[in-house]
């Protein structure tokens, strides 16, 4: 079992920026590659990011392409969400994901293991 916990949501303006965390737990961080997703209300879930167990092949959403950063530091078991010119279409419940392959997460969009997600609101 892997335990995931997301932290860093909250409310900001848009333009602004936030750092996303996601704190793992259980099975050897390193092995596993981990996703960001993200759900607003009444909508689907959608990818945002990914990226591998070395960090060195990342993917991102098209709607967040150029904004967003996705980082790990596995001396700390923590996967990173950067969120920079942040718009008020980037409002959405975010959860974070991991999974041993990568292309499960990139391309199909599931994961083994989920967090309970973190609420990022931004404001016009």
């Known amino acids: 079992q892997v335990q995931l916990a997301e932290s860093g949501g909250g409310l900001v303006q848009a333009g602004g920026s936030l750092r996303l965390s996601c704190a793992a737990s259980?099975?050897?961080?390193?092995?596993?590659?981990f996703g960001w997703f993200r759900q607003a209300p009444g909508k689907e879930r959608e990818f945002v990011a990914a990226i591998s167990w070395s960090g060195g092949n990342t993917y991102y959403g098209q709607s967040v392409k150029g904004r967003f950063t996705i980082s790990r530091d596995n001396a700390k078991n923590t996967v990173y969400l950067q969120m920079n010119s942040l718009k008020p279409e980037d409002t959405a419940v975010y959860y974070c994901a991991a999974d041993k392959d990568l292309y499960i997460i990139h391309v199909h969009g599931q994961a083994d293991y989920w967090g309970k997600g973190t609420l990022v609101t931004v404001s016009s």
């Open positions: 259980g099975r050897t961080f390193s092995n596993y590659a």
